[in-house]
């Protein structure tokens, strides 16, 4: 399942540059995927969900920085 790369929470470990790399790499390309084979409500309410998880997990607002509505972003 998408956000699922890991079984450790990052903030307990050391993460390197490129493992943050490789899993938004990772996380675009099933997003990508997803939107293929997805209605738009699906894959929307997908990317919402995935902006949330990544909210919580960074502090930041990726919801505010990539819209589920702005194709230039996925």
Not at 22 to 49: D, H, I, P
Not at 62 to 68: D, H, L, P
């Amino acid at each position: 399942m998408l956000l699922s790369a890991s079984g450790q929470d990052a903030s307990e470990s050391e993460v390197t540059d490129d493992e943050v790399v490789a899993a938004a790499e990772s996380l675009g390309e099933e997003l990508a995927a997803a939107k293929e084979s997805s209605s738009e409500f699906a894959f929307t309410t997908m990317v919402m969900q995935c902006n949330e998880a990544i909210g919580d997990e960074t502090g930041i607002d990726y919801g505010s920085v990539c819209g589920a509505d702005d194709d230039s972003c996925c």
